[in-house]
């Protein structure tokens, strides 16, 4: 908290020019499978909380960073730096499993450009929050006047019927369902729907449990993903970039 007053205070408040920078020094970001071979120990596995990690007999690594907290377990127990950091802030992914990183040659950025579609131009948002209070803080950090999504035409609205994509945060446990359901009937055609944050994605920590929250697929199909725990503000303007069909989500 202190270095980032320190670097508020040096850098002030204005919308920096550069989009999607990679986050500073000191931050965690998520974590990428490199080109480093793995020994297959499989400490990495047995250290994630969220069983996002799965390790195959010959070293082959799959990393689901739709089911990833950020905690840096992995990174701190991988001798080999085949698990390692990664600061770069384009990292959602408009096909689910475009968010597993593997160690064969496919990428992130092997995700094929979105053909531009009906809201290039502007997107409404209304967020339902189904229980992830921090996700819900960065949507909000993402239309500040440091991210600025409103450059972009981004908006967040109170109503469904103004609104173009339903933004989900939280793991949608079965109390949820009907809201979110309800909203999501109320908004007019063209709408989208983005899945924002590791728990909306997959419902993790929660999934499997008695409240049935296991992400916002369990109920609606989403067109945009959003990994994070919570995400960066960096992170949810690249997946609403991306939904729009936006050149400028393109690496
Ligand atoms: S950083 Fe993500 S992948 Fe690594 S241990 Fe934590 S939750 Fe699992
Ligand atoms: S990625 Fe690292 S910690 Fe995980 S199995 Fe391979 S060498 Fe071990």
Known sequence: MIRTLIQLAKGGLAT???LFPDLPEYSRGLPMVTDARCSGCGDCAEACPTSAIRIGAAGEVALDRG????????????????????????????????????NAPKRIADTPPPA?????????????????????????ASTNPIFDGGRFGIHVVASPRHADALAVSGPVARAMREPLLRCYDAMADPRIVIAVGAAAISGVPWE????????????????????????????????????????????
């Open 116 to 140: 531009p579609g009906p809201l290039r131009r502007s997107l409404h948002i209304r967020e339902v929050s189904t229980g992830d209070n921090a996700t819900d803080l960065e949507i909000g």
């Open 208 to 251: 499997g449990g008695y409240a049935d929250a296991n992400g916002v697929e369990a109920v609606l199909p989403a067109n945009a993903f959003i990994p994070g725990s919570p995400p960066h503000p960096w992170y949810i303007l690249h997946g609403l970039l991306l939904a729009m069909g936006h050149p400028a989500a393109r690496g």
């Open 67 to 102: 089911r990833c907290i950020a905690c840096d377990a992995c990174t701190g127990t991988c001798s080999t730096g085949t698990l390692a950091a990664d600061r770069r802030t384009r990292v959602a992914a408009l096909r689910r499993e475009d968010l597993v990183l593997t």
């Open 16 to 18: 920096p020019a550069e």
